[in-house]
């Protein structure tokens, strides 16, 4: 099964997103299941100031963004 890399970091108030904060590594049998994977897992990080995540493919492609401010709105 493919590895797929979710990352999260804090976005600034200008929209810059800071260093990495959170980098794990997820294995699904294909990038729509690692976006639900992603998903689910959003819900769960514990540090309250990271508020932007994205998932990545092993190639680097982003296949997932989100504001976790848009889970509030």
Excluded: C, H, Q, Y
């Amino acid at each position: 099964m493919p590895d797929f890399r979710l990352r999260g970091a804090v976005r600034g108030a200008d929209g810059e997103i800071g260093a990495p904060r959170l980098d794990e590594m997820l294995t699904a049998a294909d990038a729509k299941e690692a976006v639900r994977l992603a998903n689910r897992r959003s819900l769960t990080i514990e540090d309250d100031a990271v508020n932007a995540l994205w998932l990545v493919d092993a190639n680097g492609t982003m296949l997932w963004s989100l504001r976790r401010a848009d889970l509030e709105s």
